[in-house]
């Protein structure tokens, strides 16, 4: 499966932002979603996932309860909703997907990044 991810820009604190990622071929139910970031000079670490059915999802801890992730497998796309942004969650945001639930690494493929910049 190859991944495109879109929708970073410059928002303000407090502000929302969707990201989207895109997936080719025909096989995009059979894959669990997640979405990763990676701040400068940081390690990459977990932001969410969704079930393949979108039936289930899990955050890290430093998002829950602002952002949302959720999929249209009509449209082989999922979604990440970030709501209330801080500039802490300044990064470059990586869509990827797997097909086991549950992990907060590893996955199997990529996309590429897409910077969101939270001004204070």
């Known amino acids: 499966v190859q991944l495109q991810a879109s929708g970073g820009g410059l928002v303000q604190a407090g502000g929302s932002l969707r990201l989207s990622c895109a997936a080719s071929?025909?096989?995009?139910?059979?894959?669990?979603m997640g979405w990763f970031r990676q701040a400068p000079g940081k390690e990459r670490d977990f932001v969410a996932a969704?079930?393949?059915?979108?039936?289930?999802?899990y955050y890290g801890d430093s998002v829950k309860g602002r952002f949302t992730i959720s999929r249209d497998n009509a449209k082989n796309t999922v979604y990440l909703q970030m709501n209330s942004l801080k500039p802490e969650d300044t990064a470059v945001y990586y869509c990827?997907?797997?097909?086991?639930?549950?992990?907060?690494?590893?996955?199997?493929?990529w996309g590429q990044g897409t910077l969101v910049t939270v001004s204070s």
């Open positions: 990827a997907a797997d097909h086991e639930f549950g992990a907060r690494s590893g996955y199997d493929y």
């Open positions: 071929g025909r096989t995009f139910s059979s894959y669990v």
């Open positions: 969704i079930s393949w059915s979108g039936g289930s999802t």
